[in-house]
Every structure is written in structure tokens, then in C-alpha cells.
């Protein structure tokens, strides 16, 4: 594991934390963020509830390949610093499954996953 190592900031500024989205200060042992949505577009302003499911779906049935790390890491380091100072952080926006994090991390997991469907109506 690399070396830890202390993070200050001294301002942050958030604008937008969408869905399932989070903004964590501190180290953590492990991350797991998930999510998943049925997006439908379509050229006429109608709205259904409960219309789609994501069973109805493969692609939130199917597995993620993970593939193992095979490849050997190398690395040097220079312990010049065990702080990170950073005076100010603008975010317009985090999104859907991500994660905004101030710390360390020693697994992180993130999953988002979208159906688009389209609707257009018939042309003449």
C-alpha cells in the first residue's frame, strides 16, 4: 500500500450532487456505489408510471467482466511530504454513482448503468 498521507483543503465548493452521488471527507476501507436507470425520450410530453422495468432489460442482468492484475508494479517515491494542501476546490457537478472523495481509499467499486430508449413519432 502506499504511503499515507494527510489531505487540508482549505475551501470547497459543491454546485450539484446528483443521484446516488457522494461527497465523503475521511479515509475509508472500502467504496461501493451502484446505480442504474431506464431513460425515456420522446418527442411527445407523455408520462407513464411504472412502464419499464429493468428485468425487461439484459443490460442490467449482465455481469461486469473484472479481469485480475496480472502485470508486475513498479514504483519509486520520495517522501517529501506526508500533507497534500490544496487552498480551494470548485465543482460544478458530481454525478450519477460518482464519488468525490478527500482522503484514502483502499477498494473502490462504482456501477452506473443506463438504458436510452428513444420514442419518436411516426413520420409521413
Excluded: C, W
Amino acid at each position: 500500500m502506499l504511503n499515507k498521507r494527510t489531505s487540508y483543503v482549505n475551501h470547497i465548493t459543491i454546485d450539484s450532487l446528483a443521484t446516488t452521488s457522494t461527497f465523503e471527507i475521511g479515509d475509508s476501507t472500502a467504496i461501493h456505489a451502484f446505480s442504474r436507470a431506464i431513460a425515456i425520450q420522446r418527442e411527445q410530453e407523455l408520462f407513464f408510471s411504472n412502464e419499464a422495468n429493468f428485468d425487461d432489460f439484459e443490460i442490467f442482468k449482465r455481469e461486469i467482466p473484472l479481469d485480475p492484475i496480472t502485470e508486475e508494479l513498479t514504483y519509486e517515491s520520495s517522501p517529501i511530504n506526508s500533507f497534500i494542501k490544496v487552498n480551494r476546490i470548485d465543482i460544478i457537478g458530481v454525478s450519477t454513482s460518482s464519488i468525490l472523495h478527500i482522503g484514502s481509499s483502499n477498494n473502490v467499486f462504482l456501477e452506473a448503468r443506463v438504458k436510452h430508449i428513444r420514442q419518436l413519432n411516426g413520420r409521413k
